[in-house]
């Protein structure tokens, strides 16, 4: 038996569905989005560190999380739109990962990477 998961399957499904995991513990469930959210963020900054300069790196290193996002805006960055593509990279990721977990013969529809 094969099962196709696309990119529309992970943008519109519940995620906890879409993991089967909707019946889950609650604590459970909260822990796993505190990781995920901790993953993006961890992404979000490593993405925005290696699109500044080299010369300006060290000093985005020492920022405090309070001047982080003020001093990213500075830059032209969008953190909005950063947060939500590396959200939704991890999400297929994730989902994808379960899946093929479950089912071996899962095709998984890749993500598109940019240009």
């Known amino acids: 038996m094969s099962f196709s998961l696309t990119l529309q399957d992970i943008l519109e499904e519940d995620f906890f569905t879409l993991l089967g995991l909707q019946g889950g ?3 459970e469930k909260e822990e796993l ?3 995920m959210n901790q993953t993006v963020q961890g ?10 300069p080299e010369d300006q790196r ?6 405090s999380a309070d001047d982080m996002i003020p001093y990213i805006e500075a830059q032209g960055i969008d ?11 991890y999400r297929f990721e994730l989902a ?7 089912d ?9 990477q940019e240009a």
């Open 58 to 63: 060290h000093h985005f290193s020492e920022l």
């Open 96 to 102: 994808a990962t379960f899946k093929a977990a479950i």
């Open 25 to 27: 513990p609650e604590d």
């Open 104 to 112: 071996p013969d899962i095709a998984v529809t890749a993500l598109p």
């Open 79 to 89: 953190l909005a739109a950063l947060i939500t593509e590396e959200a939704m990279r």
């Open 43 to 52: 992404r979000v900054y490593l993405t925005v560190y290696e699109m500044l």
């Open 33 to 35: 989005l505190k990781t």
